[in-house]
């Protein structure tokens, strides 16, 4: 959990560099592994760890053989980005908040989102699964699959507050191994959010997002 923790800060810093001191900017590439190791006082595994941090929320990316750089996605919303690097990602208030707000996106939007809405949960709902079942990465699906639900809200703040919530959660979570348990939830916990969103049965929708939420809560050991 230390080492989690530390990785998360050191993600911060890389952040910092980046929109804050402005010493870096689109198409730049970052300075050697073992320079900037050296400069941010971490081991070279740390420092991987946060460069994978940064890579799951496309801000950096890593040519293989050439080096890492920095994306376009750091100019689509700076505000968010600055955000979340000056603040410190607790996980346990990050999960809370997920239980206040995201049962009530479902429930909304089993209500209002328009049926190409509900389709568009319901892919990326299956592109996650594919993901899954094939051991790829589905940390971009993830956010798309939950941003998608708090857009079929048609609540102007929960489509705000959203994106900046799920990008910080990935802060907590990307780098933690997943049981196979914990992902046979997210298949099971998907499918029954998809059943009753194409239902629109919203109090099944919100019931079934609260057990997704509390399953993930449990088995990341989130107490």
């Not at 959990?1 to 530390?6: A, G, I, Q, S, T």
């Not at 049962?103 to 509900?118: F, N, Q, S, V």
């Amino acid at each position: 959990m230390k080492n989690k923790m530390l990785s998360q800060s050191v993600a911060d810093s890389i952040l910092s560099m980046i929109t804050i001191e402005k010493r870096f900017s689109v198409g730049d590439k970052l300075p050697n592994e073992l320079d900037l190791s050296e400069e941010l006082n971490v081991s070279r595994t740390t420092l991987r760890e946060a460069i994978r941090i940064l890579v799951a929320y496309d801000i950096l990316e890593i040519r293989r053989g050439k080096g890492t750089y920095v994306t376009e996605k750091i100019l689509e919303q700076p505000q968010d980005l600055e955000q979340l690097s000056s603040v410190k990602v607790n996980a346990k208030d990050l999960y809370e908040m997920r239980l206040i707000f995201e049962p009530e996106a479902a429930y909304l939007a089993a209500i209002r989102g328009t049926d190409a809405e509900i389709k568009r949960i319901i892919d990326y709902g299956k592109q996650i699964e594919n993901e899954i079942k094939s051991g790829k990465d589905r940390t971009k699906d993830e956010h798309a699959f939950h941003k998608a639900i708090a857009q079929a809200t048609h609540n102007e703040f929960m489509n705000k507050l959203m994106p900046i919530l799920y990008q910080a959660i990935s802060k907590g979570v990307v780098l933690s191994i997943q049981s196979e348990k914990a992902i046979n939830d997210t298949i099971g916990d998907h499918r029954m959010i998809m059943e009753f969103l194409e239902q629109r049965n919203a109090e099944g929708a919100k019931n079934a997002m609260r057990i997704h939420i509390m399953h993930a809560i449990k088995e990341l050991n989130i107490e």
